[in-house]
């Protein structure tokens, strides 16, 4: 059982390397096993199609950049090294945010940002009566903010330094979160 994580491994560099130059939507399994020369059933005993492949990409590279960065106090320093990690990746990640839809690189950054923001937002106003709906429309709003400014750099090519964004980012969220919070209450003053 040791050899699954390196297999897998061998899977991904393979369909990385592969999408340095071919869409990910012309690459097919045949492609990425005959690149890493494994056989088609070692593929689909790890994986269900190269979705799912990229998806673990997705989930085990970019988890590892963001996760210790997880919380309110640090989310801009895991944006930062995520923005920096896709910079240096910059074709696999360019190519993956071409792709829409369910399972995309897209969803899941949502689905990262989503949580982490209802987290946090749930840490600023603890032992505060706030709306739950409240709560996942802002969350929901801010989310968009971060993957649509991630995805407009990585159209231009992610050729600019992440890091002014991400504080741009930053000074603009900075308190303005909770000021929504507080407006839907009716109430003015620091929640934290």
């Known amino acids: 059982m040791t050899d699954i994580p390196l297999t897998k491994r061998v899977l991904a560099e393979s369909i990385k390397d592969l ?22 059933n070692t593929f689909y005993y790890h994986f269900k199609d190269k979705y799912d492949l990229v998806n673990w990409i997705y989930y085990t590279e ?19 090294n995520l923005c920096l990690y896709m910079q240096r990746n910059r074709k696999f990640y360019i190519n993956a945010l071409s792709v829409m839809g369910q399972n995309s690189f897209s969803e899941y950054l949502i689905d990262f940002y ?17 709306d739950e709906q409240d709560v996942r429309f ?30 741009r980012v930053k000074e603009i ?16 003053g620091p929640l934290i």
């Open 173 to 188: 969220i900075d308190g303005s979160m909770v000021r929504e919070l507080q407006e839907r209450r009716g109430e003015s």
């Open 114 to 130: 989503d949580n982490l923001l209802i987290t946090c937002i749930h840490e600023l106003t603890e032992g505060q009566q706030v």
């Open 138 to 167: 802002v969350a929901r709003f801010y989310t968009y903010a971060f993957v649509g400014i991630i995805e407009e750099w990585a159209h231009r090519g992610m050729q600019e330094d992440p890091i002014p964004y991400v504080n």
């Open 19 to 40: 999408m340095q130059s071919t869409p990910l939507s012309k690459i097919s399994v045949g492609d990425i096993t005959a690149h890493c020369g494994v056989n088609r």
């Open 62 to 80: 970019t988890f590892e950049q963001m996760s210790s960065f997880s919380d309110r106090a640090h989310w801009e320093e895991g944006l930062c």
